[in-house]
């Protein structure tokens, strides 16, 4: 069983800056491909980007132009999101994701594991 806990969300002005870490809980790491998703109130769950273990990006939503990078420290057992010039449509839970092979995919139906969700609230 894989538990996934996230850390570093809470309350920041816009344009401020914040970063998401998740940690892991398994054995081998190197064994799960890992995304960041975010969803706001009234929204579907949306993905930031996800990241196999081979170190292949997948991006998400276009609105977010490079404001967020997505890592991960294979031996840390550990996911990052580094969120950039925040704005207030950037208000929401965050959830780090994990599926068992190397792919990446946007649809969170294709993730098997899930964290219980930050909360990120942007101030205007």
């Known amino acids: 069983q894989v538990q996934l806990v996230e850390s570093g969300g809470g309350l920041v002005q816009a344009g401020g800056s914040l970063s998401l870490s998740c940690a892991a809980s398994?054995?081998?790491?190197?064994?799960?491909?890992s995304a960041w998703f975010r969803q706001a109130p009234g929204k579907e769950r949306e993905l930031i980007a996800a990241?196999?273990?081979?170190?292949?990006?997948?991006t998400g939503t276009s609105s977010l132009n490079g404001r967020f990078t997505i890592a991960r420290d294979t031996n840390k057992k550990a996911l990052f999101l580094q969120m950039n010039n925040l704005r207030p449509e950037d208000t929401a839970v965050y959830y780090c994701?994990?599926?068992?092979?190397?792919?990446?995919?946007?649809?969170?139906?294709?993730?098997?594991?899930w964290g219980q969700g930050t909360q990120v609230t942007v101030s205007s």
């Open positions: 990241m196999s273990w081979r170190g292949g990006t997948t």
């Open positions: 398994v054995r081998t790491f190197s064994d799960y491909a």
């Open positions: 994701a994990a599926r068992v092979d190397d792919s990446t995919y946007p649809a969170p139906g294709r993730y098997d594991y």
